[in-house]
């Protein structure tokens, strides 16, 4: 039986939204999802055709089921998502209101808080090509700290790539205190992916070079700078730099995540810094065109199409008329938007794929489609300013019922 190309591992929740946007509180019916960083990357370069296995643990309930099930429905291989008999699987609510979107979590104990660094020991994971992780994982427990170290340190799965995105959830630990982490854990990978926003708020890293200074040993840093692009430095030579596409947007949630998969597929395909930032750029925005974590990637043949396009043509890409989206978004508005955390116009959404988080809101002007007027967030469930909308998936920290404000 051949073996996975890429494994990411990391926890996986489920996700209760109330239908049509009511209040948690007076809400009778929900709708159930699940979300997690790298269950979403896997999916997304399992949809581009890669051999994917996800390393995870869910409890022994109807809610692992359900993530398990779903994450495999993805083209995901799930064998080695232990199930624990003696701990839940995460769980949490957002919680719809006219000038936020609180974001609940019930995440203290679970069963996914219990990985550690025996989980990369399995020989089923022998010959894979690429490791991704993120920075979510070392927040949970120090169990999960140690697998993270494991892996960028001990090298389980032998030559594998290993990838990072440093994914800050200030909601699961402050900047203070996941700053030296982070930046040592990144700097031990082979890839890393970082928001310059997230970078400045750890670090006080202003401009990708900046940041590429701070983490000299990974062989590339991707430094995602909101609405205005993204840059790929290498350890030597010059950087590169491809600027972000105009997106139509239904839900922020999971197009960091799309960017990674976009990002790392093309690197397992041997293509070029170029080709692989606007695989990340072009992955994205499709799944900022669904609402929820995740949305099938581009056709191969149209992809590989508009990675192939000259400057002045990706410059003014349709993303309609080359098939990339499939429908324009539902929210009203222009809904006119581009990848990054800048700041949004009347009937706009600005959404950061490369933000602290997952795809971040960041500022935008009165009506705005989900982020409304005046939003700040940071990818988390953490204060925004009145009107902002502030979603992420797996912010809030491991204390269960951590709000968004």
Known sequence: MTGPEAVTVGETMVVLSPVDATPL?????????????????????????????????????????????????????????????????????????????????YRAGSAASRLGPEALDDPRLAGARLLHLSGVTPALSESCRALVTHAVDGRPLGDALVSFDVNHRPGLWPADRAADVLRDLADRADVVLVGLDEAELLWGSADPQAVRRLLPHPKVVVVKDGSVGATALPRTGPGVFVPALRAPVVEPVGAGDAFAAGYLSALLRGLGPTAALRCGHLVAVRALAVPGDCAPP??????????????????????????????????????????GAGAGTAGSVVVGAGAAGSGTPGAGAAGAVVVGAGAAGSGTAEAGVAGSAIVGAGGAGPENGRSGR
Not at 56 to 85: C, I, T, Y
């Open 25 to 105: 509180e007076r809400a009778d019916r929900v709708r159930l999802g699940v979300g997690g960083a790298e269950s979403n990357v896997a999916a997304g370069l399992a949809g581009l055709g890669h051999r994917v296995a996800w390393v995870s643990r869910v409890g022994d309930d109807p809610f692992g089921r359900m993530v398990a099930r779903e994450v495999a429905d993805a083209g995901v291989d799930v064998d080695l998502v232990a199930v624990d008999p003696d701990a839940p699987t995460g769980v949490y609510f957002k919680d719809p209101r006219p000038q936020a979107t609180g974001v609940h979590y």
């Open 298 to 339: 581009p056709d191969r043949r149209d992809l590989d199409a508009a990675v192939a396009l000259p400057p002045d043509r990706w410059a003014a890409l349709d993303l309609f008329a080359a098939g990339l989206v499939d429908e324009a978004p539902v929210d009203g508005g222009n809904a006119a938007g581009r990848l």
